[in-house]
């Protein structure tokens, strides 16, 4: 053959062979009319009516035609809405799948060449072999008369319907049913045309002269690089399945306005069938409906992924994730923080000390949130308010044990000192420390050894552990590791695990405040009782391990040595250290302005993607852009300020707030303005005060923290009290953009170098620093009680400001001198602003009980609102009562305390004038019997109410009658229930804690059935006014009943503790012979005063073998407090004589 052409076709979806291509030649040249058809390899002929062909290669059948001759088939051409121009017509391509015709080929021009449909479809299940439609008349390969004639060589096939009929269904789309309305037969399909379905209609594509040229398909053809690529939906990825075209490339067809019904989606190569006028629509159209398929998809998982993420992380989900022993396990940890997030301990923490208490907690809180852990905040508010119940840093040890009863499930303990900060959250303490805890701890003191402790022991009794430098080696053995700093142990961050050895250590390590009551004498000697149990005692270092001090425990420059540069101990940012802990901080250095650069350092050392993406690139590529450098501007900024701010700016401040920074020393500069004059109505905002100081402004932010060092170390850094020297710049631009500038004492002025020293000096040389005018001013929050009290108050009232005052719940309570009525509304209202706990502010104005035996008082009310009604707590106990209505004395703790450490656990106590029960709850809740009684039935019913709150019921009775008849009646009560048999109580007792994850449950534990003695062991007479007068009544309590008592049984008869009121001398002593002489002329017997005044140092609780008994026929006198400048309370303590108490009436 001449002029031979090659065309790759690709496969359609349908089939497996994705990578068969059919192939199709076509030999141009000059042959006759009669000659037949040739599909592949083998002739195709008609046969009864029916095509029969053989498969060529690979199975499938791939039809090669040899055409007419090109001179005898006129050119066809299909015109446009707008022109007319020849477009070649793929037939060649097309031709490849299917073979039909609807009009008879001629020779002449008029002939007609039929479509063919490309379309192709997979053979039958059952395997059938296929047919070619019988849309021609072929005549026989055979039939040598064929050949040479000039008639037309194909013909209708009689019988078939006429493709001309308008009733005949034009769809070409593929059907699963055979002689569906849709059904488009092809080479492989098992079908006979009978209904003229596979013709098109009349004046559609081929029913014209314009055919197309041979040539015009092989230029068409020659455009595709490459040739056809095949397409298979057969292992494409999830998101491209059935998205991919199988072309851009392929040629589109352009018909005219009367073909617009028709639609031969196979006949037209790529997409959708267009009509011409649409084209450029209908393209955009189908491109937006396939991409918005594919959108939709793709967004609605990623939409998924970042919804399921965001819930993940905003849900408890996280926490409990992380929690789980497989997929994190932060159940086994517990972080122990002691805080004082309660309030009430004012006096000793300003707004300073509350911002870093805030901070590290909110610090702690998210590190344990992001990880799963346990935190316990122990609230020491109420500890701390008592300096006889707070244990300094002993209570450390008191907390854990608590804690190891509180979270069964932890292991491992992690103790936090407040002033501590948590520099890197991302790291979790199993990847930081436990998962490899033997690589990252270290058993061998000689490793660092700042104390020289002989390690280890050498003494050949003890076991192979105690003399081994390193325990067993194993990293299971190791429950208490704790970091070392410059000179030994340092507790303010140590790891302690649930162990039988950690009990024993605990108990141990307990006993200097719970046996010696050193806590008070050796404060904050933890650390040094730890360090000698280690260097003595053989047991403990076998299970003590030590970490690398910037591992857990870094140290600020300032702390250990004024170097600050100790690679051991000191912060390293570049080494991105975990923890850093602000020790010692409180002396001689800014708690608050560390705990402040360390936050925000660990800030910008975390900042997430977002946040570096803004700082790191735009940022750059904005100064870039615009040719401005960050310091350059700054300083541009700096001397533009300068110029701006002259000294005559201030004298558009008012008068009353200015003051000169010339004229006022820097001792006596900071003070808040003077206001005589403005004591009829408290105006907050005179208080408002400007102070012209100087500040250095930093370039750049990175700088903050070094300067700050070096400025504080040549002592030019402003010094006060609640100030932060680290602030905003003045210049709102600057400081929208993060700029800060720092704080300088007034000796430094911003236009005289010579008041500056090396360092500023060499700073500003640099261009990383200028000195510049600043306005400190300082409002009515900053100043305290006191600056506000002394700025308004006259100077002659200045001695004896009221300062001291009670506090029961949210009420003060004021007992104002005459001196400084004309005041007391504004004291009141400054003190409420002052203490954000109080909510009313009321002041006594006469004596307790001068108007009601019920030990009340008469009270106006100065600020706040008319409520009384309060709530408490003391010794572990709640007590809700009217403040109105009853008596109660906050300033008496101590000696509640005192009382109730000498009553033992099942001994009966009898007070007769209990008020709301401040000495029977705890006592009843020590686990002894109380019989109560008071006159007063509103303390009555507060005391009932506080016995069921606080569920001691079985330890309390309680009764409303005179005192003198009830010390007879309990005496009696008591014998009548034994000799009853009614002196048992059943306690419940308590059960041991059960984990959901333990199946069998112990049974539960029954109550404990106790007991009531009967006889009495104290006597609590609580009425200072006339608690003496009450002594007559003990004559003849057990006459009658001497066998219960000694020398008949080890019983011994009842204490009696009367308070009362007396005078007041430096020691006490003739008080003390006159409160015994009261008392044996109240009894009726000679009792002798023991000697001296008992005034207990430190903890009230003393334990009976440090008082020691009180001898028969002697008067202890205890000094209590004071009431008044020339008067005392005392409390009185002896044992009933037997005269007295076994005396006939």
Not at 300 to 315: D, E, K, N, R
Not at 359 to 378: F, H, P
């Amino acid at each position: 053959m001449e002029n031979e052409m090659t065309i790759d076709i690709p496969s359609t979806a349908g089939h497996r062979q994705d990578s068969a291509k059919y192939q199709m030649r076509a030999a141009v040249s000059t042959v006759s009319t009669e000659q037949p058809l040739l599909l592949g390899k083998e002739c195709i002929g008609l046969v009864d009516g029916r095509y029969h062909d053989t498969p060529s290669v690979d199975g499938i059948r791939t039809p090669a035609l040899t055409p007419p001759p090109p001179s005898t088939l006129a050119p066809r051409t299909r015109p446009t809405a707008t022109n007319h121009q020849t477009v070649p017509d793929p037939l060649v391509l097309l031709s490849a799948f299917t073979l039909a015709s609807s009009t008879p080929v001629s020779t002449s021009s008029s002939s007609q060449v039929s479509s063919f449909s490309h379309r192709r479809r997979r053979s039958s299940a059952a395997g059938g072999t296929p047919h070619i439609p019988q849309t021609l008349n072929v005549q026989d390969a055979n039939d040598p008369s064929a050949r040479g004639r000039g008639g037309s060589s194909l013909s209708p096939i009689p019988g078939t319907p006429n493709p001309s009929n308008p009733s005949m269904s034009l769809s070409r789309s593929p059907s699963p049913n055979e002689d569906g309305g849709w059904s488009s037969p092809g080479l492989t399909t098992n079908y006979v045309e009978t209904s003229g379905r596979a013709s098109p209609a009349n004046g559609l594509r081929g029913a014209n002269s314009n055919s197309v040229t041979w040539d015009g398909a092989r230029k068409k053809s020659s455009k595709v690089n490459g040739g056809y690529p095949s397409f298979s939906t057969q292992n494409n990825g999830f998101f491209s399945r059935h998205m991919r075209n199988i072309s851009s490339s392929l040629p589109k067809f352009v018909i005219t306005p009367d073909d617009s019904k028709y639609a031969e989606k196979e006949k037209l190569g790529r997409g959708r069938w267009m009509p011409s006028r649409n084209t450029k629509i209908g393209r955009f159209a189908n491109f937006s409906i396939n991409t918005f398929q594919k959108f939709r998809l793709r967004f609605l998982i990623v939409f998924g992924l970042i919804f399921a993420t965001i819930l993940f992380y905003t849900t408890p989900l996280h926490y409990y994730w992380r929690r789980a022993p497989l997929l994190g396990g932060g159940k086994k940890f517990v972080i122990i923080l002691a805080a004082n997030q309660g309030g009430g301990v004012m006096e000793w923490k300003g707004p300073r000390e509350w911002a870093i208490e805030r901070d590290s907690i909110r610090n702690k809180r998210r590190y344990a949130a992001r990880w799963g852990y346990d935190l316990e905040i122990v609230d020491m508010s109420t500890k701390k308010r008592y300096a006889h119940e707070w244990r300094e840093s002993w209570e450390k040890v008191d907390t854990i044990r608590n804690c190891l009863t509180k979270y069964p499930d932890a292991e491992w303990f992690w103790w936090l000192d407040l002033n501590t900060f948590i520099m890197e959250p991302s790291y979790s303490l199993q990847s930081h420390i436990f998962n490899n805890l033997a690589a990252n701890t270290y058993r061998d003191i000689n490793h660092y050894n700042p104390l020289n402790i002989s390690h280890p022991f050498t003494d050949k009794y003890l076991d192979e552990k105690s003399l081994s430098p390193v325990g067993d080696g194993k990293a299971s053995s190791i429950n208490l590791i704790v970091p070392q700093d410059c000179s030994g142990f340092n507790l303010g961050s140590f790891f302690v695990k649930r162990s039988p050895w950690t009990d024993r250590l605990l108990d141990i390590w307990w006993d200097p405040v719970a046996y010696e009551q050193k806590h008070m004498e050796w404060e904050h000697k933890e650390q040094d009782a730890l360090e000698f149990m280690y260097a003595a005692q053989p047991w403990i270092r076998p299970h003590t391990a030590f970490i690398e001090q910037r591992k857990a425990n870094s140290f600020p420059p300032d702390a250990c040595n004024s170097n600050g540069n100790d690679p051991l101990i000191h912060y390293d940012r570049k080494g991105r250290d975990f923890l850093v802990n602000m020790a010692g901080c409180e002396w001689g250095r800014d708690c608050w302005g560390e705990m402040y650069n360390y936050r925000e350092l660990s800030n910008l050392l975390n900042r997430n993607p977002w946040e570096l993406f803004k700082e790191e690139i735009v940022a750059v590529i904005w100064f870039k852009l615009t040719g401005q450098k960050r310091v350059s501007l700054a300083q541009r900024k700096a001397q533009n300020y300068l110029d701006m701010r002259c000294p005559s700016a201030a004298q558009h401040l008012p008068l009353i707030n200015k003051m000169s920074a010339e004229s006022a020393s820097a001792n006596d500069m900071f003070r808040p303005p003077i206001l005589r004059s403005a004591t009829a109505v408290l105006d907050r905002s005179l208080f408002s005060q400007t102070f012209p100081i100087a500040a250095a402004r930093i370039a750049d932010h990175k700088l903050i923290s070094p300067y700050r060092g070096k400025l504080e170390k040549s002592k030019e850094l402003l010094k006060l009290d609640r100030v932060s020297v680290v602030r905003n710049d003045p210049d709102q631009e600057l400081a929208a953009k993060g700029g800060k500038c720092l704080l300088l004492k007034p000796e430094v002025k911003p236009g005289d170098p010579t008041t500056w020293s090396a360092i500023l000096k060499q700073a500003v040389e640099a261009k990383e620093m200028s000195v510049m005018p600043y306005e400190l001013t300082l409002d009515y929050d900053y100043w305290n009680y006191l600056d506000i009290m002394k700025s308004i108050l006259p100077e002659d009232s200045q001695e004896e400001i009221p300062v001291g005052f009670s506090i029961v719940g949210h009420v003060a309570h004021l007992n104002i001198k005459e001196a400084y009525l004309p005041f007391k509304t504004l004291i009141a209202e400054v003190l409420m602003d002052k203490n954000p706990t109080i909510k009313t502010v009321i002041n006594k104005i006469d004596d307790v009980g001068d108007k009601s035996e019920f030990r009340t008082f008469s009270y106006e009310l100065l600020a706040g609102i008319d409520d009384l009604n309060v709530e408490i707590r003391e010794e572990d106990c709640t007590f809700r009562f009217d403040y109105s209505q009853v008596y109660w004395n906050s300033r008496l703790n101590t000696e509640h305390r005192r009382l109730v450490a000498l009553f033992d656990p099942g001994s009966v106590v009898c007070d007769v004038m209990a008020g709301v029960g401040p000495f029977a709850l705890p006592a009843a809740k020590k686990g002894g019997f109380v019989w109560a009684n008071d006159l007063n039935p509103a303390s009555i019913a507060a005391l009932r109410d506080a016995t069921k709150l606080n569920k001691v019921e079985p330890f309390i009775r309680s009764f409303n009658t005179d005192g003198h008849a009830f010390i007879h009646q309990c005496a009696q009560d008591l014998l009548s229930l034994s000799k009853s048999g009614e002196n048992k109580v059943s306690i419940p007792s308590k059960q041991p804690r059960v984990s959901r994850s333990q199946k069998v449950r112990p049974d539960p534990i029954p109550p404990t059935e106790v007991t009531i003695p009967q006889t009495i062991s104290h006597f609590v007479m609580n009425l200072p006014a006339t608690a003496l007068t009450f002594l007559p009544a003990f004559r003849g309590l057990y006459a009658g009943h001497e066998a219960l008592f000694a020398p008949h049984t080890e019983t011994k008869l009842p204490m009696v503790h009367v308070h009362c009121f007396s005078t007041k001398s430096d020691d006490n002593v003739r008080e003390g012979v006159e409160i015994a002489g009261i008392v044996s002329e109240m009894l009726g017997t000679q009792m002798a005063f023991e000697g001296a005044v008992e005034k207990v140092e430190g903890d009230p609780r003393k334990r009976k073998e440090a008082v020691g008994e009180v001898e028969e026929g002697k008067v202890r006198v205890h000094d209590v407090r004071d009431v008044a400048p020339l008067k005392r309370m005392f409390c009185a303590s002896f044992r009933i004589p037997a005269e007295v108490a076994f005396a006939k009436v």
